[in-house]
C-alpha cells in the first residue's frame, strides 16, 4: 500500500456511513489532519507510528484498555458495540481521513466499543501520551482533536435518535438513501450502488437479523423499488424509499 503523503490530502474515495437524517454531516471530521500546516502535519507523523490492518483484523477490543487513537489514511474501519449476549450492532463505517479508537484520546480508561478493518487499511497510529503532548505544543491539533470528537458526538446521538424513533424498517430504508446519496451513481432514471456491504452488516447497521434484512430487500424488489444483484444495488424509485 501506498502511504499518504503531507500533499495528499483529499478524500475522494468513499465517506464515512452510519444511521443519521443528516446527509451533509456523515463525512465532518474527515480532515484530522487537513486543517493543519505542513510543519504541524510533520510533527503530528513524527510522534506517530505507520501501521497496516488486513481485512477482517481487529484493530480494537472493546473492554481492553485504552493506548491511543489510529488515524485512517487508506482503507475503513467498522466500530461496532457487542451486548452481552453476543450480539453485535454496527456504530458507523468510517474511512479515509477520520479517526478511530475515541471517545477516550489520550490513553485513559477502556474502549467502550470495538474496531476492525473492512478492507485493508494503512493507519497512522498516535498514543495518548503522543497525542496529549502534540494538544500541549500544537493548538492547531488540540483544535482538530476536539472538532473531530465533535463530529463523533454528533454521529452517535444521530444513531441513538434513529434507533429510538424510527422503526427497524424505516432505518433500512433511510440506510438506503444514505447509500444511494453518499455512493451512488446516476444511470438514466435508476441510482446505481456498488455492493460493499453484506447483508449480515447491513443487518448489523440497522438492528435486525440477516433473514429479516433478505426478506425486506425482496418485499421493495417486488414492489419495483430496487433491484439487487452479485455486485450492484439498483434503485429505481427513491421517493418511495424517502417516503
Same mark, same amino acid.
Given at each position: ?161 434513529? @434507533?429510538?424513533?424510527?422503526? #427497524?424498517? $424505516?432505518?433500512? =430504508?433511510?440506510?438506503? +438513501? *444514505? ?6 451513481? !446516476? ?32 418485499? @421493495?424488489?417486488?414492489?419495483? #423499488?430496487? $433491484?439487487?444483484? =452479485?455486485?450492484?444495488? +439498483? *434503485? ?6 424517502? !417516503?
Amino acid at each position: 500500500m501506498t502511504i499518504m503523503t503531507d500533499s495528499d490530502l483529499h478524500f475522494d474515495g468513499p465517506g464515512a456511513i452510519y444511521l443519521s437524517e443528516y446527509f451533509l454531516e456523515l463525512n465532518e471530521g474527515a480532515g484530522f489532519l487537513a486543517a493543519l500546516s505542513d510543519e504541524d502535519r510533520k510533527t503530528v507523523r513524527k510522534h506517530g507510528k505507520r501501521c497496516t490492518f488486513s481485512k477482517g483484523e481487529s484493530i480494537f477490543h472493546q473492554g481492553a484498555a485504552h493506548t491511543g487513537v489510529w488515524i485512517i489514511e487508506e482503507g475503513r474501519v467498522r466500530t461496532f458495540y457487542t451486548g452481552p449476549s453476543g450480539r453485535e450492532i454496527t456504530l458507523a463505517y468510517w474511512s479515509q481521513g477520520h479517526f478511530v479508537g475515541g471517545p477516550e484520546v489520550f490513553g485513559k480508561g477502556r474502549h467502550v466499543w470495538s474496531g476492525d478493518a473492512l478492507e485493508d487499511c494503512q493507519m497512522l497510529f498516535l498514543s495518548g501520551s503522543s497525542l496529549r503532548t502534540l494538544v500541549q505544543q500544537v493548538p492547531e491539533v488540540a483544535l482538530a482533536v476536539i472538532e473531530g470528537l465533535v463530529a463523533k458526538g454528533k454521529s452517535y446521538s444521530a444513531l441513538i435518535q434513529m @434507533l429510538g424513533t424510527r422503526t #427497524v424498517s $424505516e432505518r433500512l =430504508r433511510q440506510l438506503l +438513501v *444514505i447509500l444511494a446519496d453518499a455512493h451512488g451513481r !446516476e444511470e438514466g432514471d435508476t441510482i446505481v450502488i456498488d455492493r460493499s456491504l453484506t447483508y449480515e452488516q447491513i443487518a448489523a447497521m440497522v438492528g435486525a437479523t440477516r433473514q429479516w434484512v433478505t426478506q425486506s430487500l425482496d418485499k @421493495l424488489k417486488s414492489a419495483g #423499488v430496487l $433491484e439487487i444483484t =452479485r455486485t450492484e444495488i +439498483v *434503485i429505481r424509485n427513491l421517493e418511495s424509499l424517502e !417516503e
